[in-house]
Every structure is written in C-alpha cells, then in structure tokens.
C-alpha cells in the first residue's frame, strides 16, 4: 500500500502543487492530474519504468495505449513525424483545437517507448487545456503520457475525491483541480492523407470534439471496429466505463420490464415528469443528467459524476434514458452503451 496524498491547487495558486507533481514526475513516480475532460493518471512519457507503474496502478492490459500530452504546441514534434502531406490540416487541427479534448493519432518518434502504444508505429497525442496540466508538462519538460485515472474498464473520475476511490492506496500523489469542466475524454482520430483530396479522419472516440466540428478539415469517418473486436482502435472495448451496478439502456421504454422487489434508479436527462422515463416507474433514485434545460455539454459533464452516485446507491440495477445522438449526444450515448454493455 502507497500512502495517497492529495493536493489542492487553485488558478491562482498553482505553484506548490506543481512542483510537488514535478519532482514526483521526474523521479519516475505517477500521479494524478486534473484535465479538462477527466483526471488523467500521468508519467514521464519518455521514462518506460514510470509509464509500467501506470499499467500496473490501473490494472490496464498492456494491449491499449496511453495518450501522451505535451505542455506546448511546439513539442508536438517531439512526439510524432507528421509527413509533409498532412502538416497543413495537423497545423489547422492544432490552431483550431488545441490547447484543449482532441487526441491525434499520428506516427511516432523512435523515442516514444513501446510500452505508450502497446507496440503500435502510432501515438496519440493532445494538449490539454487544463492550466494544471500544461503547467506541469512545460516545468516537467517532457510530455505526459496518462490515461484516465480509473481502474481499468471503470467509470472515468472527473473530481479528485473519484480518483482517491478509484486509486487511492495505489498511488502517492493526486493534484486537486476540482472538478472537470468538460466530463468526456478527447475525441480521438487517425488522419490520413489521401491523394487529389481532403485528408481522411477516422473517428476512434466520440467526444466533446463532434464530428461537425472537424468536418470542414476533412472527411470524418467512424472506425470500423464493433464491440467485441480486437481493440485497434481507441474506446474499442465494448464493456468500459462500467459501474458495478448493472446499467441497463433500452431501445424504446416500453422494453423496460421491472422484476418484482427489485430497485431501479434512473439516470434521467432532464428529470422532467412530462418527458423521458420518470413517469415510468416508481424509481428508488432519480438523478438528471442536465436539471431544467436538458444541455448536452451540461449532461457531459456531469454523466461519469452520477453514474458513480447512482452506483454507491445500494440498487439492483441502473436505468438510463438515452439522449439524442446530435453533438455531444454522441459521446454520451457511446459512455452509456459502453457502460451497458457486458462481454
Ligand atoms: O480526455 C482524455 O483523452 C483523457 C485525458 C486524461 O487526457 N485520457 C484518456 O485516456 O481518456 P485513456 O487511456 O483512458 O483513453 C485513451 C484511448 C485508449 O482507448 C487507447 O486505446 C487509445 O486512446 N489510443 C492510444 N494510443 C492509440 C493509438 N496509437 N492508436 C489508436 N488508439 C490509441
Ligand atoms: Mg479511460
């Protein structure tokens, strides 16, 4: 058993909490760092003895690769070749997104360690627009590889007190940045040239990035894998971001059928009587995803929060409502069929 300390930093006071993080990082220990999207649990991305204790803290296969993250938009070529070809829509991509939730998948440099891609000739890389993150990568120096800070499969955390449930014991330092402003991962893509016309964006994770978003750069596509496949691409395992509550998610609400004496929550978008599934049932726990309004970035932000109430509640089973597959609706509905899913 590690000893778990947390530190809290602010905007405006950073500076301990950096440098605790950093002298941590440069000593080839992990910890825990808040990012836009999710806590990531982050190591030295050159150090492959650093990277192994992430592995091991997360017990995470070490089939799925990690994303690296670099404090400035300059050190991208620390981490990856772009080929003359694409480094006009990568420039683009990078001015318009970045710092902020977009993963590019691109090849590597020979001094990325196998161990970050699981032995692929590619690496994803971002900058988060987080300033604890970039703080830290830029007086670390090195970029950043780090994955969310969950246990394997589990619910992403995007508050300090999740990431000490998930992994408290097990690592010796958590920075406290509050709460996550965006609650999904990146948007993952693989971009590839194609002669004589726009460059090719293979969608591997919906995310806060939409598709509509990068369409005028290129010609977005979702990758081809299926739950079950081997995992090729990112996001690919079928069951992920799993409570341990069973989370079931139907196609229409009359295929809910409740059994006798058992406890539903429901996971509700707006908690509206007029609308959805509140009506359903005599549920144990309701919690909306975005009270009032129904926001997409608002339920975004805080889906992976309630799940992990509705999970602590002592029910039988989880019922979620699906929201609409527009925008951000995307990345919610692949969290939820992922977290309902059981392989
Ligand atoms: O928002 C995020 O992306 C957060 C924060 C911490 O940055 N990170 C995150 O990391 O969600 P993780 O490890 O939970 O998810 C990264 C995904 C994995 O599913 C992995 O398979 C995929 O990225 N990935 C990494 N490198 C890849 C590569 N070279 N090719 C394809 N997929 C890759
Ligand atoms: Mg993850």
Known sequence: MTETRTVTATDEDMKSAVSEAVALLASGEVVAIPSETVYGLGADAFNPEAVAKVFAAKERPSFDPLIVHIGRKSDLHEVVEVEPALRDVVEKLTAKFWPGPLTLVLPKKPEIPDIVTSGLQTVAVRQSAHPLFRAICRELGKPIAAPSANRFGRISPTS??????????????????????????????????????????????????????????????????????APTAPGQLASHYAPRTPLLLFDRPEDFIPEEGKKYGLISYRDDEDDGYVGLHEWEKVEALSPGNGKLAEAALRLFFVMRLMDEAGLDAIVAEPVSETGLGVAIMDRLRRAAAKI
Do not use: N, W
């Open 160 to 229: 300090a007190t999740a990431v000490m449930k998930e992994l408290g014991g097990r690592i010796p330092l958590i920075v406290d940045g509050g709460a996550c402003s965006e609650g999904v991962e990146s948007t993952i893509i693989a971009i590839e040239h194609r002669e004589g016309k726009k460059p090719l964006f293979t969608l591997l994770r919906a995310g806060p990035v939409s598709k509509e978003d990068l369409q005028p750069y290129g010609k977005v596509e979702k990758a081809k894998s299926r739950p079950g496949d």
